[in-house]
């Protein structure tokens, strides 16, 4: 019991500013017994008996003394530490709120950015929507135009100028048709792709969103476990406090009853001392009582120091006890701001499943948006070859026309040429008739002559013939004189000279007649050539006169066509402006003002444009047209 007593009281608290000192007065059992032998034993001379009796029982006293102090300042330690770790709870319980006002934070920045989310979600399927109303008007301005290309083919030769008058008009609607469903579908792609960033930004708010509110739900688990976690200890602290309150009691009717022994002890005591006094000398009576007063002294103190400490005890009870109070209180508010975190929990797990379905339902659409886009883009994707190919054939039309028109300006040019040409044709024509009928009457003198070198040549020839029997006749008349004479030798005789003069006139009398024959027949093939080669001109200057009628013809027929193409185009810029008025009104009345007003804006200055342009048209045409009729 000794040793114990040593070894605890050792190991006494040290003195805090601002406590109660409830340290004892002496540490160990030696520093009691010097004490105590120092009040009871200085300035006298006991006997050997009294003063080896007597310290054995204080000693024994004041051992049980020192316990029951010491088991005091232990109790009063456990409440020094049970103060602790009520201030750490406090600690916790200031941590776990200002947790929980974070996480109310966190949670009404989830609500603000939910509400974000699903307004801008409303927005992409709005501006979806629109995107698809538009392709859909698009496509159904493609269809027509298809219904119309399909429909309109001219059968007959007859009406051929009223179906091109009618293509014309119909081209052009197309082709402004056309135009502004370009501008639709650019729109329209603009706005596809906003939609999508939007929706894109969407999605990855959503996914924040949803991070956010899975932090906040850990965040609330987390508080819930503390908040437990402080609940046990809160409990752990009561059942501690009860003990506490407990061994105090017990403390109290301890020290009672250890107050009532001092007290009979004392008693006791003070008896033997009287004794004691009785016995022993006057000078040890006087020691023994000033021992006694100091030990009296003493034992004041001590009581005093019991009373403090048993008022700091109370008053160190009544603080835990507020505290308790306190922490029932905090523990009473946590509970409930518990039950509000879990029906904001609850609430926010529903508004989580809403965004969830809303999500795959926006996924379902989306994709359903994106297989109409997809659609959409094939169908774009035709209509912008359909588009191609009406530019193609566009400018086509284009280059023919602005070839008739060049024609048409051509035309008063032309027709003048065509006219001088045809003047000179008919010159020529006249002058060609002069020397055809020049080239008749040399045929016929020609032909005269003909027949006078042919007479000229039958008379030769029978002149040839006439010679050639008058010289037969004379061979013969010689040979049959020769023979009447054969003796006599009285032969005709002819000079060789004569002879050979004789033919040498036939033989010329013949070459000049077949020379004349040539001749004639040389002037007659000349006289043919010339009159084939007069024949021709007449033929192609006849054919260029043709030519020239049905170029003018055509002409004529094209200023028509042309004509009937600017009417046509004046009723479809009229239609055009009836269209973009209507347009512009109805662009007037959308949802977003802003976009409709800036879209208005630009129609109204593509229509401007478009109609100083269409007047321009319409002035060189009514020039053109000037000049046209001038020259017919």
């Known amino acids: 019991m000794v040793a114990m007593g040593r070894s605890s009281a050792t190991v006494s608290p040290k003195v805090q500013v601002g406590e109660v000192d409830t340290s004892a007065p002496f540490t160990t059992v030696k520093d009691a017994v010097t004490r105590f032998s120092e009040a009871t034993f200085s300035g006298e001379k006991p006997t050997m008996k009294a003063a080896k009796a007597r310290p054995a029982e204080i000693l024994s006293v004041l051992d049980v003394f020192v316990v029951e102090l010491q088991r005091a300042l232990a109790k009063e330690t456990q409440l020094h530490l049970a103060q602790n770790v009520l201030n750490k709870f406090k600690g916790r319980l200031e941590n776990a709120e200002t947790t929980k006002s974070q996480a109310l934070e966190d949670l009404e920045r989830a609500k603000t950015t939910v509400e974000e989310l699903t307004h801008k979600l409303k927005t992409a399927n709005e501006s979806k929507n629109s995107v698809i109303k538009a392709t859909e008007a698009a496509k159904d301005q493609a269809k027509q135009f298809e219904e119309t290309n399909s429909s309109d083919l001219p059968g007959t030769n007859g009406a051929r100028s009223q179906g091109l008058g009618t293509a014309n008009e119909?081209?052009?609607?197309?082709?402004?048709?056309l135009y502004a469903a370009k501008q639709e579908l650019s729109k329209a792609r603009k706005q596809r792709d906003a939609s999508l960033e939007a929706k894109i930004a969407a999605f990855n708010q959503a996914g924040e969103a949803e991070h956010a509110v899975k932090v906040n739900i850990e965040k609330v688990g987390a508080l819930s476990r503390e908040i437990s976690a402080v609940q046990e200890s809160i409990g752990n602290v009561k059942l501690a406090s009860l003990e506490i309150q407990k061994e105090q009691a017990k403390t109290y009717a301890e020290k009672d009853t250890q107050r009532q022994l001092?007290?009979?002890?004392i008693e006791e005591s003070t008896k033997r001392l009287l004794a004691l006094k009785n016995?022993?000398?006057?000078?040890?009576?006087?020691?023994?009582?000033?021992?006694?007063c100091k030990t009296v002294n003493q034992i004041a103190d001590l009581q005093k120091q019991i009373k403090y400490a048993k008022a700091s005890d109370l008053e160190s009870v009544q603080a835990v006890t507020s505290e308790l109070d306190g922490v029932k209180g905090s523990q009473q508010k946590v509970i409930n701001k518990e039950n509000l975190l879990r029906n904001l929990v609850e609430s926010l797990k529903v508004e989580l499943e809403n965004v969830k379905k809303e999500h795959s339902e926006l996924k379902e659409k989306e994709a359903e948006t994106e297989s109409i886009a997809g659609n959409l883009h094939v169908k774009l994707r035709r209509s912008k070859y359909d588009f191609e190919v009406f530019l193609a054939e566009e400018s086509k039309t284009r280059g023919a026309y602005e070839e008739m028109i060049s024609t048409l300006q051509q035309l008063p040019v032309e027709t003048e040429g065509a006219q001088r040409e045809a003047e000179e044709m008919k010159k020529e024509t006249e002058k060609l008739k002069l020397e055809a009928e020049a080239s008749r009457v040399r045929l016929k003198e020609a032909d005269k002559k003909l027949r006078n070198v042919s007479e000229e040549n039958d008379a030769a020839k029978e002149a040839a013939t006439r010679a050639l029997d008058q010289i037969k006749m004379l061979s013969e008349r010689i040979n049959a004189a020769r023979a009447s004479t054969p003796e006599c030798g009285a032969d005709i005789?002819?000079?060789?000279e004569e002879f050979e003069s004789l033919s040498h006139k036939a033989e010329e009398s013949n070459n000049i007649a077949e020379m004349k024959v040539e001749a004639a027949m040389a002037r007659v093939e000349a006289v043919k050539a010339s009159e084939n080669e007069a024949l021709k001109r007449i033929e192609a200057i006849q054919k260029e006169i043709e030519d020239m009628k049905a170029a003018t013809m055509d002409a004529l027929k094209r200023a028509e066509v042309a004509e009937a193409a600017k009417m046509a185009v004046e009723r479809e810029l009229q239609r055009w402006r009836e269209r973009e008025q209507k347009k512009a009104a109805k662009?007037?009345?959308?949802?977003?003002?802003?976009s409709s007003s800036r879209h208005g804006r630009k129609q109204k200055q593509n229509a401007?444009?478009?109609?100083?342009?269409?007047?321009?048209?319409?002035k060189s045409k009514s020039s053109r047209k000037s000049q046209s009729q001038s020259v017919y």
């Open 262 to 265: 001092y007290k009979a002890k």
């Open 608 to 618: 401007s444009d478009r109609i100083v342009q269409v007047q321009k048209l319409e």
């Open 170 to 177: 119909q081209y052009t609607t197309v082709i402004t048709e």
């Open 587 to 594: 662009a007037a009345a959308q949802i977003l003002p802003e």
């Open 279 to 292: 016995e022993s000398d006057i000078e040890l009576a006087r020691n023994l009582e000033a021992k006694l």
């Open 493 to 496: 005789t002819i000079s060789g």
